[in-house]
């Protein structure tokens, strides 16, 4: 059982260059989340899907899009990075509403943007 | 506005003492979530307690223990006979009933437990 996991684990990118980050779960989990983490800002929500084929923009989703084709992916895309999108980036899964159920966190992918 | 609030940023602590985090949230709903992760070097989270707003009873779970307080919006963490394993960031995060497809953070707690 290998929870949830993301690919790549390390990217360095050009500004402007685009790149997908995948997000995989085993879990069967309805809920799907992406956050970045930035130093001293804690974890902020990108953008979230509460099923196959639906999401929905977090606190920061500006610069990303998402897509969730299939109930155990979830990808986030950057179409031109910029050096401000430079962090941490998580994926975390939920078997649905956080009133009752717990995320479990991917291992995370660290992105620079040079 | 929901907002979650960890004023210690760092915590340094030798081994076998006890340390406690602190976290004040802010919401106008009643009816809302807290719960606490624990971020290793390893960098993956892991969940470590949820607790709604109206379940004010401390809980234990060994070392550990949450003190819930409604009355100062605080939900705080004690970990009781640190160990080195423990050194970790430590978050505190808040969702509510009207909408508990996001989690708020706080900005994290960074133990370090000397040897």
């Known amino acids: 059982n290998a929870g949830v996991t993301q690919t790549p684990k390390f990217r360095v990118l050009k500004t402007g260059q685009s790149m997908t980050l995948l997000c995989a779960q085993d879990?069967?989990?309805?809920?799907m989340y992406w956050y970045r983490q930035d130093p001293g800002m804690g974890l902020r929500l990108i953008h979230y899907?509460?099923?196959?084929?639906?999401?929905a923009k977090g606190e920061v989703p500006d610069g990303y899009n998402v897509s969730r084709l299939k109930k155990q992916n979830f990808l986030l895309g950057l179409e031109s990075a910029a050096p401000s999108q430079t962090s941490v980036y998580f994926c975390?899964?939920?078997?649905?509403?956080?009133?009752?159920?717990?995320?479990?966190f991917g291992p995370g992918t660290r992105l620079t943007v040079t | 506005a929901q907002k979650v609030t960890q004023a210690q940023t760092e915590i340094s602590v030798v081994e076998k003492e006890d340390v406690t985090l602190d976290c004040v949230y802010e919401?106008?709903?009643?009816?809302?979530?807290l719960f606490w992760y624990k971020q290793p070097p390893s960098g993956e989270l892991v969940f470590l307690i949820r607790?709604?707003?109206?379940?004010?009873q401390n809980e234990i779970s060994g070392r550990y223990s949450w003190n819930f307080q409604k009355s100062t919006s605080s939900f705080n963490f004690t970990i009781t006979a640190s160990q080195v394993v423990d050194s970790a960031v430590y978050f505190c995060?808040?969702?509510?009933?009207?909408?508990?497809?996001?989690?708020?953070f706080g900005t994290g707690t960074r133990l370090q437990v000397f040897p």
């Open positions: 975390a899964s939920s078997r649905g509403g956080l009133s009752s159920y717990e995320q479990y």
């Open positions: 879990m069967n989990h309805e809920y």
């Open positions: 899907s509460v099923g196959e084929g639906t999401t």
């Open positions: 919401t106008r709903d009643t009816t809302y979530y």
């Open positions: 607790r709604n707003s109206f379940d004010e």
């Open positions: 995060a808040l969702t509510t009933a009207y909408n508990t497809d996001k989690l708020i």
